[in-house]
C-alpha cells in the first residue's frame, strides 16, 4: 500500500459532488473529501462550478487516517486541474497575460522589427 504524506499533492479521480464538497476516491484503498471550505479561496456558491463527477484532478492532502482509509483534501491554493502546482509556483509571466493586456506589447513589438527590415 501507497504510503501518504500531510502536504503532499497527489492525482485522484471525483467520485462524488455534494452541496457540501467534494468526494475522491484516491487509490483503491483510500477515500477523501474536499470540503467546500476547501474547494476555493473565494466563495463556493456551487461545487459543480469546479468538478465534475469522473474528472481527474490534484488535490492536496491535509490530513489521513490510515484506520478509515480517509483523506481531507484541499484544491485551493494550487492548480488542481492541471498541473497540481502550488498557485504561487504558477508562471504568470507574459505568455499567461490576457490577450487585452498583450495586445499592444505585440504590436510594438512587430512594428519595430518592421521597421528594422525596411
Not at 47 to 73: F, S, T
Not at 99 to 109: D, F, G, V
Request: hydrophobic share 35%.
Amino acid at each position: 500500500m501507497k504510503r501518504y504524506h500531510v502536504g503532499e499533492v497527489i492525482k485522484c479521480t471525483v467520485s462524488g459532488v455534494e452541496p457540501y464538497g467534494v468526494f475522491v476516491s484516491v487509490d483503491k484503498n483510500f477515500n477523501g473529501l474536499i470540503h467546500i471550505s476547501e474547494v476555493s479561496n473565494e466563495f463556493v456558491r456551487d461545487v459543480n462550478d469546479y468538478v465534475n463527477v469522473g474528472e481527474e484532478i490534484y488535490v492536496k492532502i491535509l490530513e489521513i487516517d490510515p484506520k478509515d482509509h480517509q483523506m481531507k483534501l484541499s484544491i485551493k491554493d494550487i492548480d488542481f486541474a492541471n498541473t497540481g502546482l502550488e498557485r504561487d509556483e504558477i508562471d504568470t509571466s507574459s505568455e499567461f497575460r490576457s490577450l487585452k493586456e498583450n495586445l499592444p506589447i505585440w504590436m510594438n513589438e512587430k512594428l519595430e522589427e518592421y521597421k528594422d527590415n525596411m
